[in-house]
Every structure is written in C-alpha cells, then in structure tokens.
C-alpha cells in the first residue's frame, strides 16, 4: 500500500520536530541546523495550509533532507 503525500508529510514533519529537539540539546554546534530545521517545518506548515500540493512536495522533499 502506498501513502499519498497527505499521510507521509505529517510524518516527516513529526520526524523532524523529534530531529529538532536533539539539535537543540546539543547547543551552539546544532544552532544553524536546527534554525534551518525550523524553517523547513514552517514552510511546510504554511504550504499545507495553501492547499498547494507542488509546494507541499517541495517541503516534504526538503524535510526528508535532515538526518
């Protein structure tokens, strides 16, 4: 069964938020990953509240990014 984007991009960001956190624990050395880690989600937030699936593709492939 494949998931369509509306169920994998709530994943991704859920996955991200947890990342999130880690980079945050490790202070100043994880300060810019997590910034960027922030605007990612935000991104993706704002293009799910767009309804536009070219920009949610978008956020969910710049979400799967972070490691």
Known sequence: MT???????????ARVRALLVDYKEIGAPGLIAATMMQLSLQNAENAVVSGDVARMIVAYRDLKEYQ
């Open 3 to 13: 998931e369509s984007l509306g169920e994998m991009l709530p994943k991704e960001q």
